[in-house]
């Protein structure tokens, strides 16, 4: 499911809570309703409202934490696809077709990554694939040093691609992560009790219905933001690609 559907679910929901205890109000004897069982009604709300509050903050900061991850780690990627071609650039002119592959690479890696029409999973399945890259590290192998600086040079490049290597498949990890389905059941259940009781003492008018319904939006908002954030390469909140998009620019000069 994703960050909209979960989003939508969980508006109809909490907002189906508010209308449950808005009905609820209507059937129940006017016992029920007297002030003392207000006052534990309100205790138990508090008390539910507390723990949804630490438990959304902490999602939001862990999503906010693995995104920042996933984008620190693209920026390191294109800084070391920068570093290889410098490195290959001092190797000699023997590096040139290697210089001009790992450019079509990169280039080919972006366009799969950023899209003008990404369809969904796209960026994920192309960090899965990194045969052009890995191509790039067979022929640097492949080079034949010949002297002291040249295999220093190509040790220092085949290190760097190795280190890009492992930030690609660190990333895909990284961006693969989301909120357990049985935590976000738990959360939503939570938030729909939570409104039922604002709806079961609200009074029935357009005022506090509309504040009802804003605060069903604000929370089903931020279930939202979670879930993109945790899905960082495609959505509506995706990383940056600047960072290669300006390595690209000097790559091969």
């Known amino acids: 499911m994703n960050a909209l559907a979960v989003g939508v679910v969980t508006f109809a929901c909490v907002f189906g809570g508010a209308v449950l205890g808005l009905f609820l109000r209507t059937v129940l004897p006017e016992h029920h309703l007297r002030e003392d069982s207000k006052d534990v009604v309100k205790l138990v709300t508090g008390l539910i409202a507390t723990l949804s509050a630490l438990v959304l903050g902490l ?5 906010k934490t693995s995104f920042d991850a996933v984008n620190d780690a693209f920026s ?7 570093l290889v071609d ?3 650039a001092q190797y000699g002119p023997e590096a040139k077709e290697i210089r001009d592959l790992l450019r079509r690479a990169i280039a080919q890696r972006f366009q799969q990554l950023f899209p003008d029409q990404a369809a969904p999973g796209a960026a994920m399945e192309s960090l899965r694939g ?10 640097v192998r492949a080079l034949d040093p010949g002297n002291a ?5 190509q040790s220092r490049a085949l290190q760097v691609m190795g280190d890009l290597a492992q ?3 660190l990333t895909f990890e990284r961006s693969t992560s989301s909120t357990p389905p049985a935590f976000l059941v738990v959360l939503v259940s939570w938030l729909a009790a939570m409104f039922a009781s604002f709806g079961l003492f609200a009074p029935r008018h357009a005022t506090a219905m509309a504040a009802l319904l804003i605060g069903a939006l604000s929370v089903s908002t931020a279930i939202f933001l979670i879930e993109e954030m945790n899905h960082p390469l495609d959505g509506i909140i995706a ?3 600047e960072p290669m998009r300006n390595a690209l620019a000097v790559l091969g000069k």
Request: zero cysteines.
């Open 130 to 139: 990194g045969a052009a890259l890995e191509a790039v590290q067979t022929r």
């Open 239 to 241: 990383i940056s690609g």
């Open 167 to 169: 930030a690609r498949w």
């Open 86 to 88: 410098r490195v290959l």
């Open 59 to 63: 999602l939001i900061a862990s999503a």
């Open 149 to 153: 600086a040249q295999r220093e040079l």
């Open 76 to 82: 390191e990627s294109a800084a070391r696809v920068i």
